[in-house]
């Protein structure tokens, strides 16, 4: 059967058997191919299957077509799976269950899954928990790679689910609807002899043995809602896949780094041909580097900032002893600080304050714009407020302002105004 798909360019193939993987059980349907042969062992159309689910006992396969025209109701089709994009997908199932079983050993029994996603490009593993610590995400990862370089026999069997469902061995899914044929995917042990380390029920697609996964990184470990965590890794593939772009994301945040503090070291060499083992170290001492790298910036930032502000602090008194004695005996003090930007001038404010016991209006010129900032004691503020001051100039350098009674600033972009706000200030002043 041939349905219309939910856009306009899919259609929905209805099989009544395929070798495609329905998606299920946290994983993805397959995709692949599906051909139209002809009468005369031609082809006559050609789609390409994007999803994969199960309806009952039919299987729907969600394609686009290439070319040709989709098949007619009835007409047999032959189809293919994409077996690289099925390979990712074995590996991340498989490694979910190993997974599955190092959490127990390593953070609880209790450790209960709560959910998971196995696709081609990564998986995802909900279980019960509270937040791992580093050094157990260090070891989970850890022991997997090493059940992973065991090349431990892979298998399943079908079985009766009354022979299985009082065996506590077996991880079972309490609610979960099971027929009464139910599979066992086992790690380790022998073939049909159901003892394996690793023992769940499940339906999916898996390798033969733990040396086809790959070598496997976890890659996040977080909270999704309150007591359970989410583990997100990859491996085989997947794992090199990440690798790279992992490398591309340290390349950009020491480039960044760079910019602040451009004499840093450079970041150890990263190769796209090395193996995926070899790429992972790779990425393990360029992480390494880079938090040292990180740390050394953020230090100089902190002693350049402190240099700065000491020096700013110096320029800043030398110039309110300047301000102070061009203006002595005068009850308010109104001046222009060359070159001054808003920080230069608070800080030439605060300078002034003990210098001055009346109001104090300050005004400079910096890339282009104009700074302005008015001090009040608080014993003034009943005939002078600093934010109406302000509010009132800010407007004559093309700019605007405000503050407290006390302190207020402001600024504008017309510098050739001024020497009228410095005037309008002494009239406000008076």
Aim: hydrophobic share 40%; net charge neutral.
């Amino acid at each position: 059967t041939v349905l219309p798909g939910t856009k306009t360019e899919e259609l929905n193939v209805v099989l009544d058997q395929t070798p495609f993987y329905a998606e299920m059980g946290g994983q993805v349907g397959d995709r692949g191919l599906l051909h139209v042969p002809g009468h005369d062992r031609t082809e006559v159309g050609q789609l390409r299957v994007i999803d994969t689910q199960k309806r009952g006992d039919a299987f729907v396969h969600r394609a686009r077509l290439l070319e040709g025209r989709a098949p007619e109701p009835g007409e047999a089709v032959r189809v293919a799976v994409d077996v690289d994009r099925r390979r990712s997908i074995q590996a991340h199932h498989t490694v979910t269950h190993l997974l599955h079983w190092v959490l127990h050993e390593i953070v609880s029994r209790d450790a209960a899954q709560k959910g998971s996603y196995v696709g081609p490009d990564k998986l995802t593993f909900d279980f019960s928990s509270a937040a791992l610590t580093k050094q157990q995400v260090h070891d989970v990862e850890k022991l997997v790679n090493e059940r992973i370089a065991e090349n431990a026999p892979v298998s399943w069997i079908e079985t009766p689910y009354a022979e299985v469902k009082k065996r506590k061995d077996i991880i079972q899914f309490f609610g979960e609807k099971y027929g009464d044929t139910v599979r066992v995917l086992q790690i380790g042990g022998g073939p049909r002899e159901l003892n394996g380390y690793s023992m769940e029920l499940c339906g999916g697609t898996h390798v033969r043995s733990t040396s086809e996964i790959g070598p496997f990184r976890i890659v996040k470990e977080e909270a999704i809602a309150a007591g359970i965590r989410r583990i997100e890794a990859v491996a085989g593939d997947a794992a090199r896949a990440w690798a790279e772009m992992e490398a591309a994301r340290q390349q950009e945040k020491v480039e960044i780094l760079a910019r602040k503090k451009p004499d840093i070291a450079a970041l150890p060499d990263f190769s796209k041909k090395a193996e995926t083992d070899e790429m992972l170290q790779r990425i393990d001492a360029r992480a390494a580097h880079l938090e040292k790298l990180e740390t050394e910036v953020h230090d100089w930032e902190k002693r350049t900032a402190k240099a700065a502000e000491a020096d700013l602090q110096s320029r800043a008194a030398a110039i309110a002893n300047g301000v102070a004695a061009s203006q002595a005996g005068s009850d308010s003090c109104v001046s222009e600080i060359p070159n001054a930007d808003g920080k230069l001038l608070g800080a030439v404010a605060d300078a002034l304050k003990t210098k001055f016991n009346g109001p104090i209006f300050l005004a400079g010129v910096a890339n282009g714009r104009v700074s302005l900032i008015v001090a009040v004691p608080k014993d003034l503020t009943l005939k002078f407020q600093a934010n109406k001051i302000i509010q009132e100039i800010a407007p004559i350098v093309g700019g605007k302002g405000g503050g407290r009674p006390e302190s207020a600033q402001g600024g504008g972009t017309d510098t050739n105004e001024i020497g009228k706000a410095l005037a309008k200030a002494k009239e406000l002043l008076r």
